[in-house]
């Protein structure tokens, strides 16, 4: 306001007090209002009301969400936990039986196959010189 305007308001109203409400609003509980700006400010109260109860709802099911979700991830790694024990503990066993029992066997079935290998060079050099015996009796034979 310019100081005119200043001035001019101080004469026209120099006895009444100006009071400023604890809100700084124009709005005060005792005077007399207009019935259409109160039901509207009731509406505007009521409707940020459920606005904000609405938000707090959904923080509060996003939260729920949440602690659900971290419940069966935890419950998933709990059982993914305990299948790796179990497949750990199966796998020592195998090995152990491995080692014990099947380990034995496939060395005795390497050696078997050794002597195997080795008969049979031998019975290709006997075939060899069975026949070469026979060649030669047979020679002689016909002398």
């Given at each position: ?30 005077d ?19 606005y ?53 066997l ?38």
């Amino acid at each position: 306001m310019s100081d005119e305007e200043n001035e001019k308001w101080s004469r026209d109203e120099p006895n009444k007090e100006h009071r400023i409400s604890p809100t700084c609003s124009n709005f005060e509980v005792l005077d007399p209002h207009d019935p259409i700006i109160s039901r509207l400010a009731m509406q505007l109260f009521k409707r940020t009301n459920d606005y904000l109860q609405g938000e707090m709802a959904a923080g509060q099911d996003h939260y729920t969400l949440l602690e659900e979700i971290n419940r069966l991830t935890i419950t998933k790694y709990t059982d993914l936990k305990n299948l790796t024990v179990n497949l750990s503990k199966a796998l020592n066993e195998y090995n152990d039986l491995y080692e014990a029992a099947i380990k034995p066997l496939l060395l005795e079935i390497d050696e078997i196959d050794s002597q195997v290998s080795q008969f049979e060079a031998n019975a290709y050099r006997l075939d060899s010189y069975t026949k070469q015996l026979m060649a030669r009796f047979t020679e002689l034979g016909e002398k």
